[in-house]
């Protein structure tokens, strides 16, 4: 079955910290992992995304390592602040012809206290 | 502004009426993708469409529940008979065609409250 496993389920990091977020997948077809951040009351939003070619990519503080023999993937937040506590969503992508799905990991619930 | 945008952003419906969620996509994105989002939890594949067609809706309820995306307009998710259990966030993404379909962006969802 298609699954992204997403740990933890919530997380509290202190200001200036770093946060770490960990997916895990088990299907080798998917060629394409988002990252999604999503403030309450709003609607997901694209942050960073990676393919599997590559074994990590910065966006500024945010820092996707990919390990492809493994099948896990994790974001890293450097510096995290305050205005970062929102709830994050890995993904990973896979298609079928003209048809591409996302599969969801449930979430991790990030606090960054002051 | 060229997002993806949904009306109304709150609904509120009695049992057995009709809901009807809109969704424009962002400009030159002709894709679209509806989910539902229940509290606490991650989001739901619903149906993914493209103008005129139903590319895949395995993500939909057997009853009640019906998605167009018209050649003209907005795409629309249309509930049936409305149940408590209906009540959710709904959220619009949209896409490029395949193959640069590798990124969807979101609207800012759709509020369903049933009483």
């Known amino acids: 079955q298609q699954q992204v496993k997403q740990s933890p389920q919530s997380l509290i990091v202190q200001k200036g910290g770093i946060s770490i977020i960990n997916c895990a997948y088990e299907?080798?077809?998917?060629?394409?992992f988002p990252w999604y951040q999503q403030f309450p009351g709003k609607g997901p939003a694209l942050l960073i995304a990676?393919?599997?070619d590559v074994s990590e990519k910065k966006e500024g503080r945010f820092t996707i390592s990919f390990n492809k023999s493994a099948k896990q993937f994790s974001l890293h937040i450097m510096d995290s602040q305050p205005g970062d506590s929102a709830t994050y969503f890995c993904a990973a992508s896979i298609h079928a012809g003209n048809n591409r799905k996302l599969i969801w990991g449930l979430g991790t619930s990030l606090a960054v206290n002051p | 502004n060229a997002g993806v945008m949904q009306n109304p952003r709150h609904l509120v419906r009695r049992r057995g009426q009709e809901a009807r969620l809109r969704c424009s996509p962002m400009?030159?994105?002709?894709?679209v993708y509806w989910y539902r989002q229940l509290p606490e939890e991650g989001l739901k594949f619903m149906v993914y469409l493209q103008k005129e067609n139903i590319i895949d809706e395995s993500g939909m309820p057997k009853e009640r529940f019906s998605a167009e995306f018209p050649k003209e307009g907005p795409s629309i998710l249309r509930i049936q008979q409305v149940v408590r259990g209906d009540s959710a966030a709904y959220f619009c993404?949209?896409?490029?065609?395949?193959?640069?379909?590798?990124?969807?962006?979101f609207g800012p969802g759709t509020r369903l409250t049933v009483t």
């Open positions: 299907n080798t077809a998917f060629d394409y």
């Open positions: 400009k030159g994105h002709s894709h």
């Open positions: 993404a949209s896409s490029l065609p395949p193959p640069e379909n590798y990124e969807q962006y």
């Open positions: 990676i393919r599997p």
